[in-house]
């Protein structure tokens, strides 16, 4: 029969796992990364402390180390933009108020929207491209990036293993899930990406076929996943 494999923290593919389950979509949780904190980590409170016109957070994982920073520094006000309402709801769960969203949840969209000029502190993974800081930089914002966390592959044990060679379709949440499972298997299954990075790192893989949301978010994700499955000839 299958399953698809949910390749995030369980926390984090909550939302995308309930959804899977009210449309009759069997899955298996299979985290392939994890999180730890980057070279510029422990100089995150200092930098929180001198004052910018925007903090740039680019994802849920980045919010999240930002507000052990936030409050290492004594909470100092922050003026808080957002890609994406996902990273938004987590700054706003820890009672922060963010000034800007972007409408679409991709760094570049942030880029070119942002309001106003000045400086602007972007604490990020190890792994992020240079696309946001170089177009903001371009438009006459100064940008002081910090590498406060990076992702590394999980090392799984044998049933984990076992689960992704019975995947029908794999869920997959960035590059370094799609590069965390070739490390860990040779399955290629069918690929619900979370976006179109995603998708073209999974496609470049060998995944086939490989699909994505035109809008980023966990409702479109999930649509995508649903018809994978279903597409691959699943009863529902």
């Known amino acids: ?4 494999v949910l390749t995030r923290d369980a926390k984090k593919d909550a939302p995308l796992a309930r959804r899977l389950e009210r ?3 069997p899955f298996r949780q299979v985290p392939l990364t994890e999180h730890a904190p ?3 980590r422990a100089g995150l409170p200092r930098r929180l402390r001198e004052g910018w016109d925007w903090v740039v957070v680019t994802s849920p994982t980045a919010a ?6 936030w409050d290492e520094a004594g909470r100092p006000p922050l003026r808080l933009a957002a890609v994406g309402r996902g990273t938004a709801r987590v700054l ?3 009672g922060l108020e963010v000034g800007f969203v972007s409408e679409r949840a991709y760094g570049r ?9 000045g400086r602007v502190l972007w604490p990020t993974s190890t792994l992020a491209g240079p696309e946001l800081a170089e177009t903001l930089a371009a438009r006459g914002f100064e940008v002081r990036r910090l590498d406060v966390y990076l992702t590394r592959p999980r090392v ?3 049933g984990e293993r076992a689960l992704l060679e019975g995947a029908a ?3 997959l949440g960035s590059p370094s899930a799609v590069r965390a499972w070739v490390e860990a298997s040779g399955a290629r299954p069918a690929v619900a990406a979370i976006g179109r990075v995603t998708g073209e790192a999974a496609r470049a893989a060998g995944f086939l076929p490989v699909r994505w949301p035109e809008d980023p978010g966990v409702e479109g994700w999930a649509l995508v996943a649903r018809d994978l499955y279903f597409g691959k000839g699943h009863a529902p």
Request: hydrophobic share 60%.
């Open 1 to 4: 029969m299958g399953y698809v």
């Open 23 to 25: 449309a009759g979509v």
């Open 38 to 40: 980057g070279p510029d």
């Open 64 to 69: 999240r180390f930002l507000l052990v920073g």
């Open 92 to 94: 706003e769960g820890a």
């Open 109 to 117: 969209a942030l880029a070119d929207a942002l309001p106003g000029a």
């Open 156 to 158: 799984l044990d044998a």
């Open 169 to 171: 379709v794999a869920a």
